[in-house]
């Protein structure tokens, strides 16, 4: 169980972050989809010194609460991570011929006009400092209900891509969490 020192302007600050899907386009409504985004968050968990602190995958966005390390910064890891997992989901979103999602992806990389041949994830992740206690539970309790505004299920604890589990039911069978209670 870690202990957060909320102290701006650190390298292991916590910060809350969004990553929208470009239109808010409905991609994570299977199970393979939700399972390479928790992958690749592991896999930047223990490789690039990503700390979570709190997430929730939604089907067309994802928020974290999270810190980077002296060794590598969160931009960087973020921008590694939506770089990976944007290939992953379009190589899936091919093997699967979901042609509506693609043809939308590569509109919208047309429309950039980089020269890409799809755009998965928006620009950016919108960090927020989260730098008080009072301000952290705000921004859990926003991410852990956002299932439960949406009508997807009647409690936090039973969205199974929530760091809601983690906190309420101690299952960290998903994605571990370090936890700040």
């Keep these: 169980m870690s202990h957060w020192k909320f102290i701006p302007e650190t390298e292991d600050q916590l910060y809350f972050l969004t990553s ?4 808010w386009t409905y991609i994570f409504n299977e199970p393979t989809y939700f399972e390479i985004i928790i992958e690749s968050l592991k896999h930047c968990q223990q490789h690039k010194s990503l700390i979570i602190a709190g997430y929730v995958i939604m089907p067309n966005h994802l928020h974290l609460i999270c810190a980077g390390s ?7 890891t973020m921008r590694d991570f939506k770089h990976y ?4 989901i379009l190589d899936n979103l091919r093997l699967s011929q979901r042609w509506k999602e693609l043809e939308i992806f590569h509109r919208a990389a047309i429309k ?8 998965f994830w928006t620009e950016g992740t ?5 730098d008080t206690e009072k301000m952290f539970q705000e921004k ?5 209900n956002n299932p439960v505004r949406k009508g997807f299920v009647a409690e936090p604890e039973h969205w199974l891509y929530s760091s809601a ?8 069978s998903i994605l571990k969490v370090e936890c700040y209670n």
């Design 20 to 23: 929208s899907i470009i239109y």
């Design 70 to 76: 002296k060794e590598r910064k969160l931009a960087d």
């Design 85 to 88: 997992t944007a290939c992953k």
């Design 112 to 119: 950039e006009g980089k020269g890409n041949e799809h755009r």
């Design 126 to 130: 919108h960090p927020i400092l989260v």
């Design 140 to 144: 859990l309790n926003y991410m852990h």
């Design 165 to 172: 589990r983690n906190y309420i039911l101690g299952d960290h």
